[in-house]
């Protein structure tokens, strides 16, 4: 039996690392590290700064190659069928070192939000004891960045897809909502004079991108800035929080 220690580093910032997952980190016989491909090498590359930054001898360090998600069979299906890959590959680096007692995966953002690994991990047999070490989440990390506050006083917000954007439109009973995962720039289905954005892409990281106003105004600009990011860099992560104007008013 082992202890899986999934710790949210942050997005992309080192200083985003907890002392408590600083401490996970230098406790664990064995770190599972995600290769992406080529133009993500990166996103490993920070895996191994933190892991350097936080110890003196690093454990042992296992990759594993994340497969890719088919989409044939509905979006739904094709998530459950890559989401058992993903833990086949976990299985089988944990199994390449049966002395490994604390194994560790660190998880950009937080485990708890929008964020799989808990679901791949509850595919392990056996079954090992989980730990979840939070960190800064994206939505942290851009609220902070922009220097706002995510609600209104006493009002609610939603937190969802691009997806559902695009298929359900805006939210009931909302006047905010944070967009996650959202690869299309869903809000161009909305209509764009109704709202206000605040978006930012490698929020926390030394490549910070932030643009906010009216989403008439700067739609095209975050458009453009992020095509042109994602090409300078071969990948991008970027989140963004929008605002419904009441009755046509500005939001400060």
Same mark, same amino acid.
């Given at each position: 039996?082992?202890?899986?220690?999934?710790?949210?580093?942050?997005?992309?910032?080192?200083?985003?690392?907890?002392?408590?997952?600083? $401490? *996970?980190?230098?406790? /664990?016989?064995? @770190?599972? #590290?995600?290769?992406? +491909?080529?133009?993500?090498?990166?996103?490993? !590359?920070?895996?191994?700064?933190?892991?350097?930054?936080?110890?003196?001898?690093?454990?042992?360090?296992?990759?594993?190659?994340?497969?890719?998600?088919?989409?044939?069979?509905?979006?739904?299906?094709?998530?459950?069928?890559?989401?058992?890959?993903?833990?086949?590959?976990?299985?089988?680096?944990?199994?390449?070192?049966?002395?490994?007692?604390?194994?560790?995966?660190?998880?950009?953002?937080?485990?708890?939000?929008?964020?799989?690994?808990?679901?791949?991990?509850?595919?392990?047999?056996?079954?090992?004891?989980?730990?979840?070490?939070?960190?800064?989440?994206?939505? $942290? *990390?851009?609220?902070? /960045?922009?220097? @706002?506050? #995510?609600?209104?006083? +006493?009002?609610?917000?939603?937190?969802?897809? !691009?997806?559902?954007?695009?298929?359900?439109?805006?939210?009931?009973?909302?006047?905010?909502?944070?967009?996650?995962?959202?690869?299309?720039?869903?809000?161009?289905?909305?209509?764009?004079?109704?709202?206000?954005?605040?978006?930012?892409?490698?929020?926390?990281?030394?490549?910070?991108?932030?643009?906010?106003?009216?989403?008439?105004?700067?739609?095209?600009?975050?458009?453009?800035?992020?095509?042109?990011?994602?090409?300078?860099?071969?990948?991008?992560?970027?989140?963004?929080?929008?605002?419904?104007?009441?009755?046509?008013?500005?939001?400060?």
């Amino acid at each position: 039996m082992y202890e899986l220690n999934l710790i949210g580093i942050g997005t992309g910032n080192p200083d985003h690392l907890t002392f408590q997952g600083a $401490q *996970a980190i230098r406790e /664990a016989d064995l @770190i599972l #590290i995600p290769r992406k +491909g080529e133009n993500k090498a990166d996103l490993a !590359g920070l895996r191994e700064q933190i892991i350097a930054q936080v110890t003196d001898t690093p454990p042992e360090i296992a990759y594993f190659d994340i497969p890719k998600r088919r989409t044939e069979d509905g979006y739904l299906r094709g998530v459950d069928d890559w989401h058992d890959a993903i833990a086949l590959r976990w299985q089988e680096a944990i199994s390449a070192h049966p002395q490994a007692r604390q194994v560790a995966l660190l998880v950009w953002g937080d485990p708890s939000l929008y964020d799989s690994s808990l679901r791949i991990a509850s595919r392990l047999n056996p079954y090992p004891a989980i730990r979840v070490l939070p960190g800064i989440t994206a939505l $942290q *990390a851009l609220t902070a /960045a922009h220097a @706002i506050p #995510i609600n209104d006083i +006493g009002a609610p917000y939603v937190v969802t897809t !691009g997806r559902r954007i695009r298929d359900e439109g805006w939210p009931k009973g909302v006047d905010k909502v944070a967009v996650m995962l959202d690869g299309e720039c869903s809000f161009q289905c909305l209509e764009m004079s109704d709202y206000h954005i605040w978006w930012g892409a490698y929020v926390g990281m030394k490549e910070q991108i932030l643009v906010s106003g009216s989403l008439q105004e700067v739609a095209t600009e975050i458009l453009d800035t992020r095509a042109n990011a994602r090409s300078e860099h071969g990948w991008i992560m970027d989140i963004y929080l929008l605002q419904k104007r009441r009755n046509g008013a500005e939001v400060s």
